[in-house]
């Protein structure tokens, strides 16, 4: 099975600075596909970037940019000139692309805090 | 363009008794799957309905059952409710064999008293 690791619950950021939140994740398989959500106080889980196992390429949204180590099974998020609406739950998700196995696998969250 | 829509926002309801949550998917969307939020913790899965049938089941009891209807939506039945089950119900759809991500509802609230 899955699993996918955020080892840290809360994280804070000046406004217009950079942050980066951490996520390891565990798997036999040699592809699939990676998610960060981002989960505001009114609860909708937005999806902020994904990436393809199969790309080598680091996926870029904008302010967001991930830094993906599949050897390393890592993947984290970089969030550039951080605003205040970028405070958030943030979560990593794993997903399999198997053909039936496409359940979201979600880490525990980080809790990201903008001060102004 | 309507997004995922869940009903109720909240519910409270008595332990022992049954609820019945609903989520209608996003327009074009024929996939829906329900995930389980308790505080402080990220979303488990559910289970995935498509074709009206149950596709994947994550580790839940059989009293969590769910049902797909011709057009799409979905509902969500828990039987014999624990204090256990008190948690953030959210609902996603997307488009089945798709890759982008699943769009996710605002949840149902559920809390068991």
């Known amino acids: 099975a899955q699993t996918v690791t955020q080892s840290q619950p809360e994280m804070s950021v000046q406004e217009a600075e950079t942050v980066t939140l951490s996520c390891t994740y565990d798997?036999?398989?040699?592809?699939?596909?990676l998610f960060w959500y981002k989960q505001p106080p009114s609860r909708q889980m937005i999806l902020v970037i994904r990436?393809?196992?199969?790309?080598?390429q680091n996926a870029t949204e904008n302010r967001f940019s991930v830094n993906f180590q599949k050897a390393a099974k890592s993947f984290s998020l970089k969030i550039s000139d951080s605003q205040l609406g970028d405070a958030a739950m943030y979560f990593c998700?794993?997903?399999?692309?198997?053909?039936?196995?496409?359940?979201?696998?979600f880490g525990t969250g980080t809790r990201l805090t903008i001060i102004p | 363009d309507a997004g995922v829509t869940q009903s109720p926002t909240h519910l409270i309801k008595t332990r022992g008794q049954q609820v019945t949550l609903r989520c209608s998917p996003k327009?074009?969307?024929?996939?829906v799957s329900w995930y389980q939020q308790a505080l402080g913790q990220g979303p488990q899965f559910i289970f995935q309905?498509?074709?009206?049938?149950?596709?994947q089941r994550g580790n839940f009891p059989d009293r969590f059952s769910g049902h797909q209807f011709p057009n799409y939506s979905s509902e969500l039945n828990v039987n014999a409710l624990l204090l256990g089950d008190s948690a953030l119900y959210l609902c996603?759809?997307?488009?089945?064999?798709?890759?982008?991500?699943?769009?996710f509802g605002s949840g149902t609230r559920l809390t068991v008293v």
């Open positions: 996603a759809s997307t488009t089945f064999g798709a890759n982008y991500g699943y769009t």
């Open positions: 990436q393809e196992a199969y790309k080598q």
């Open positions: 798997t036999s398989e040699s592809d699939y596909y």
């Open positions: 998700a794993y997903r399999s692309a198997n053909f039936g196995n496409e359940k979201l696998t």
């Open positions: 327009s074009g969307h024929d996939t």
């Open positions: 309905y498509y074709e009206e049938e149950e596709r």
